[in-house]
């Protein structure tokens, strides 16, 4: 369990054991962080009573001393874990197909956040053409879908810069006007990729974000400023 998971857990589950902080700090060892705090925790595995007051304390002097952050709000901490799963598959770690799997079981134990659709909307986009219903709306077709493992790989560049913004509460379920960054919150499941803006009334500004190409403009246009 990496650090980024930890901090998602101790805020999803309040019930975490104290086992859980000191395996990680035995991971930190086995990779080579030689920090006196990290030390004293990890030693408690070899106790048969473990005190989660002690080991609480321990855990954020391991945070201090490492120069981490713990996230106070549930959907930041999230995010973080959630884009931690993509950096490792990234890095080659886990493979493309094992990735996505975790993002929907995820999604899955969380009531779907929305943030998660990005990967929802992909899994259904990569299951064979010929089980797509007749009102299908195919949300990642610039991508080539025949070639899986790039476009879960490419997804999950997106979603780390996406995590990076400060993103409306629903999104991707949103309008998003690329003028003047109004948010409309009609129905996303739709073909129509674009409309008129009503707040700045330039003509297909305001665009769909279920749309892996909406998404990277969005991501390409933060990137520039």
């Known amino acids: 369990m990496d650090f980024a998971e930890l901090a998602f857990r101790r805020i999803d589950d309040r019930q975490l054991k104290a086992d859980a902080y000191v395996d990680w700090a035995n991971e930190l060892l086995e990779g080579g962080r ?3 705090s990290i030390w004293e925790l990890a030693a408690y595995r070899w106790d048969a009573y473990i005190d989660p007051d002690q080991v609480e304390r321990l855990f954020l002097s391991c945070v201090g001393d490492l120069g981490l952050e713990l996230q106070s709000e549930w959907y930041v901490a999230l ?32 009531n779907e956040p929305y943030i998660h659709w990005i990967w929802i909307d992909l899994s259904r986009d990569l299951e064979p053409i010929e089980r797509r219903r007749s009102d299908y709306i195919c949300f990642n077709g610039t991508l080539d879908l025949k070639k899986s493992d790039d476009c879960i790989r490419m997804v999950a560049q997106q979603f780390i810069a996406l995590c990076t913004l400060p993103l409306s509460e629903k999104f991707p379920w949103v ?32 665009k769909n974000m279920r749309f892996f190409e909406h998404r990277d403009e969005l991501v390409r246009r933060c990137a520039a400023k």
């Open 34 to 36: 030689d920090v006196p």
């Open 79 to 110: 995010c973080a874990y959630s884009s931690s799963l993509c950096e490792r598959m990234l890095r080659g770690i886990t493979q493309p197909w094992d990735c996505l799997i975790e993002m929907l079981t995820l999604a899955d134990d969380h």
């Open 175 to 206: 309008w998003l006007c690329q003028e003047c960054g109004a948010v409309g919150e009609e129905s996303t499941f739709t073909e129509a990729k674009a409309c008129l803006c009503t707040k700045c009334g330039t003509t297909f500004a305001m």
